[in-house]
């Protein structure tokens, strides 16, 4: 099985799901330095993700902090908007400075319209970027997979040459897109951020916020950091 918040063994099963990245510590503990950290990129995600609107920046946090807590909520973030207006900078924040790498699949379409789904096995964060762009038929069968697998508490697990199983489910799906990917009205189980678009393409701004706010205040982020501060390279 599959269970965050559960030990190695337990009951009369083996429970091969990673650790989180980090342990809980509480906020006042932290330096002011961190805490200064921490609101810019809260008011990034205000200002850019929920263009600095109350109610969805409030729900968007408390879908964060569920999911950080181990547990698997009832909707998925769909975040709209051009390229560069900023939605790879919170993928990657959530990715490898929150969850972790072990913890999070970034991924296409494939476990969504074919039969193998084995990559989602132990995985909280489900990170699907850009989507291609359906018919509305095609939408249609993707989305109802997609929708039970939001909301049900178990999912089916199939690998080719294996048995399928059934374990339990603690997929938080996120979807990343260019485009308009959803095509119906049910919106129960999407919930949408239109991107704000004043920081599209400002090199400067997310360069200074990831310089700020990547790192693990005090682990040693290795050669990876330049793949994530390369002002060339860099994707908002």
């Known amino acids: 099985t599959y269970e965050i918040n559960k030990p190695v063994l337990f009951d009369d099963k083996i429970n091969l799901c990673p650790k989180m990245k980090h342990e809980y510590v509480p906020f006042e503990s932290f330096s002011d330095e961190v805490k200064e950290s921490v609101q810019r990129m809260l008011d990034y995600q205000f200002e850019v993700l929920c263009s600095s609107k109350k109610e969805p920046f409030d729900h968007w946090i408390k879908w964060q902090a569920n999911m950080i807590r181990g547990n698997k909520n009832d909707c998925c973030p769909y975040l709209r908007g051009q390229q560069g207006a900023g939605k ?17 699949l970034t ?16 995985k909280l964060l489900v990170l699907f970027e850009e989507l291609e762009n359906f018919s509305i038929s095609q939408w249609i069968t993707v989305s109802t997979k997609l929708k039970r697998q939001i909301t049900d508490p178990k999912i089916i697990i199939a690998e080719k040459y ?17 485009h308009d990917a959803i095509k119906d009205d049910e919106g129960r189980r999407y919930f949408i951020l239109d991107i704000s678009h004043h920081r599209m393409q400002d090199i400067e701004y997310f360069y200074s916020l990831r310089k700020e706010c ?19 390279e860099i994707k908002t």
């Open 88 to 104: 790879s900078t919170i993928s990657e924040f959530l990715k490898y400075f929150v969850v972790g790498e072990q913890l999070t």
């Open 107 to 122: 991924t296409g379409s494939d476990p969504l319209i074919q039969q193998f789904n084995n990559i989602l096995s132990g």
């Open 162 to 178: 294996a048995n399928s199983y059934e374990t339990v489910n603690m997929n938080n799906y996120m979807l990343l897109s260019n």
């Open 214 to 232: 990547f790192n693990d205040y005090g682990d040693e982020l290795g050669g990876f950091n330049n793949d994530l501060l390369d002002r060339k």
